[in-house]
């Protein structure tokens, strides 16, 4: 990590205006060469990358569920359009789509489990893999609470979003989020994007979209508050996410007390032990 510490920043992703598109999908792979990880259509719906994953840094999901409290479509408001909607098989659906990525946590379990040092928070606050040290023992893959982190099967080490690290260093913004033409993806100082979203929250409710909700903004939550956040259109599980994710790492000091109370109990029990033996020969 530098020394040289520098305003925390990240990414405020807006699903109500995302018009899944997959510019960034797009721009993440070709910015940072990472390889093509299927064409194929699931049959689903039209998503093609279904997850992220070692090879999918960025991935835009297609929701569709029935339309919401009998509304023809959700209402416009100043800024762009909300989720869009659409008549399918002759039943009235919406479409919510949105940009998932990784989360870049503020208490990051995949930090504290990583042996090599791999994995480090950059001078930004992000959380990067450094492919070179991974020596693909995959701990950093189950510790992760919202299941990014990924293995490749051809070396078997771990991938994920770096934020675009190069491109910060160099005063850039990441490819995703220079992208988007909807400006669904934002990008800039985590303070100022807590303060832009919540007032986006607000005329949203004001527009009659009730529903409309933040998730990983609050820094007093499992994780710590994320460096990527999102605005909702329904519950975080409709969108595959953890209701109320918490560092798996959380639990960790605890564990090391009791193991080395534990282990002192035993060597104590273990000198006496000898010490009766001791008398006994006497």
């Not at 994995?119 to 930004?124: I, M």
Request: with cysteine.
């Amino acid at each position: 990590m530098s020394e040289e510490t520098q305003e925390r920043v990240g990414f405020f992703t807006d699903t109500s205006i995302c018009i899944g598109c997959k510019a960034c999908e797009v721009a993440c792979k070709e910015w940072n060469a990472i390889p093509e990880d299927g064409l194929s259509l699931t049959g689903m719906s039209y998503d093609n990358t279904q997850a992220l994953g070692a090879s999918t840094w960025r991935h835009v999901a297609f929701i569709e569920q029935p339309r919401p409290d009998g509304r023809t479509q959700l209402p416009l408001v100043e800024g762009g359009a909300t989720a869009q909607e659409a008549v399918v098989d002759g039943g009235e659906m919406r479409w919510l789509m949105s940009s998932d990525v990784c989360k870049h946590c503020t208490h990051a379990a995949c930090l504290d489990v990583c042996p090599t040092g791999s994995l480090f928070r950059t001078e930004f606050g992000t959380v990067v893999v450094q492919e070179d040290i991974c020596n693909g023992c995959g701990y950093c893959v189950p510790a992760c609470p919202y299941g990014v982190i990924e293995q490749r099967p051809a070396d078997g080490r771990a991938f994920k979003c770096t934020m675009c690290y190069d491109r910060l260093g160099a005063g850039q913004e990441p490819a995703c989020a220079k992208a988007c033409p909807t400006e669904s993806i934002q990008f800039g100082p985590l303070d100022e994007l807590r303060e832009r979203a919540a007032l986006r929250v607000d005329q949203l409710h004001d527009a009659g979209v009730t529903d409309a909700r933040l998730y990983g903004h609050d820094p007093d939550d499992g994780v710590g508050g994320d460096g990527a956040f999102f605005l909702l259109l329904d519950k975080p599980e409709v969108y595959g996410l953890p209701p109320d994710p918490v560092v798996t790492t959380r639990d960790l000091p605890a564990m090391w007390k009791h193991a080395g109370a534990a282990a002192l109990s035993l060597l104590g029990g273990v000198a006496l032990a000898f010490a009766a033996a001791g008398r006994g020969r006497r």
